[in-house]
């Protein structure tokens, strides 16, 4: 699906705080990531930084106090207040979230927090005193009990020299949260799709194992973009150098044999489950417990078959989940359709995406893919080269065509 924060109107506020400068680059990030952003300045942040930076970023006019009482619109705040998706105040200071907890409209960010009728979100910055302040404490707790969001603050270094929570969050860190924040209500909403993404790593010994060059990068886009759909999503994943998208339960395994009993154990409620991790199909028979010296030699490694994870849940459906929706991945060398079309039949799928990982341009490793889709009734929908994430899109859009408005 497509990112949610493409056109939706965020205003951003900015109070005084020397964390004013990573509001400037959350107003870049939000502005690239799609938002039309409007940036409202306090006096105090005016200290701090000019509101021709945010417009430079932005493209659109930062509003002061001064625009209060100037000719711009009629009433100006409310005009603001209700024509806006996200209200998110970042940094904001002790004083303004003590304002707005106390209904004090004194200036145009926290009289446009009384006008706003769209879901308030705010990012602390203070010193960890402050922060810790019975009376801030209290705001706070205020301000949640009526629905106000609120990220972070985080722990570290603070410009007093001292050590503790009232960091403003980071502004990626910020972004995927409003991001996951906007998808809430998508056409996936209430519904739990379950992901496997990276390569399982199967050892010979406490060093060594045998694995293979997924990446990940495939399976944490299919993870996002049923985010982005408003779905409730587990990410179940083998090691990967990835960050995972903000929202996902993650449940981290190593081996086949684990990725198989977490796959089972999520399944139960889940409507669809997305195989995109590459499986090792074989494993050491027996693994040594110490590692094995070189100077020892290794004349063989017997291997043995891991458990068919999809084949295993086709197995069991029935008596799991009959509703459960399987879209199970195929990474062939040869023969691709004739190879995927058998491997989706004996696993009983819905759908079963295909790539060449003969192509330099898509498959393990790179940013992109060229894959088929093949579907149960016979179908077969061929995508050309492009990014995983518009690969992601694509199969969401179908798990959202078998799911949204219904009850599966």
């Known amino acids: 699906m497509p990112n949610p924060l493409q056109q939706k109107r965020i205003l951003l ?64 705040h409310v005009q603001l207040g209700l024509s806006t998706d996200l ?11 003590a304002k707005i907890a106390g209904g004090i409209a004194d200036n145009l ?10 879901p308030l979100v705010v990012a602390p ?13 209290a705001n706070v707790k205020l301000l949640e009990s009526r629905g106000v969001q609120f990220i972070g603050p985080a722990a570290g270094h603070l410009a007093s ?15 995927h949260q409003v991001r996951w924040l906007l998808a809430q209500n998508g056409p996936l909403a209430g519904k739990k799709i379950v992901v496997t993404a990276g390569g399982t790593r199967e050892p010979i010994d406490p060093v060594r194992c045998i694995t293979n060059r997924s990446s990940g990068k495939q399976g944490y886009a299919l993870a996002q973009s049923a985010l982005d759909s408003g779905a ?26 684990e990725m198989h009993s977490a796959a089972l ?11 995109s991790a590459a499986v090792a199909d074989f494993r050491p028979m027996k693994t040594a417990a110490q590692k094995i010296k070189k100077e020892k030699g290794l004349k063989e490694i017997v291997l043995e078959p891991t458990t068919d994870i999809l084949q295993d849940v086709a197995h069991h459906k029935q008596k799991i989940n009959p509703s459960l929706r399987l879209i199970g991945f195929a990474a062939e060398s040869e023969n691709l359709i004739t190879n995927a079309r058998k ?54 859009q179908q798990v959202c065509a078998w799911l949204a408005g219904s009850g599966e």
């Not at 093949?374 to 080269?385: H, K, T, V």
């Open 125 to 137: 910055a203070m010193d960890a005193g402050m922060f810790n302040h019975p009376a801030t404490c």
């Open 13 to 76: 506020g900015i109070t005084g705080s020397i964390a004013a400068y990573k509001g400037a680059e959350l107003a870049s990030k939000l502005t690239q990531a799609g938002a039309i952003v409007h940036v409202l300045l306090t006096a105090s942040a005016e200290k701090f930084i000019s509101p021709l930076t945010f417009q430079s970023l932005t493209g659109n006019k930062c509003f002061t106090d001064a625009d209060l009482w100037g000719a711009e619109s009629h009433i100006l």
């Open 161 to 175: 020299g001292l050590e503790g929570f009232g960091r403003m969050q980071e502004p990626l860190d910020i972004l």
């Open 265 to 275: 154990a999520e399944i139960g409620d889940a409507s669809v489950l997305i195989m």
């Open 87 to 97: 209200f998110l105040i970042a940094p904001a200071s002790a004083n303004t979230i």
């Open 232 to 257: 409730s999503v587990t990410l179940i994943t083998a090691p990967t150098d990835l960050r995972p998208p903000f929202g996902v339960k993650i449940i981290p395994v190593e081996t086949a044999a």
């Open 109 to 118: 960010v926290t009289i446009t927090a009384l006008t706003a009728r769209c």
């Open 343 to 396: 491997k989706m039949e004996s696993k009983g799928l819905d759908l079963i995406v295909v790539n060449d990982i003969t192509a330099a341009d898509a498959g393990f490793e790179v940013d992109t893919n060229r894959v088929t889709l093949l579907f149960a009734d016979g179908s077969i929908q061929e995508l050309p080269l492009m990014k995983k994430s518009e690969v992601a899109e694509k199969i969401i």
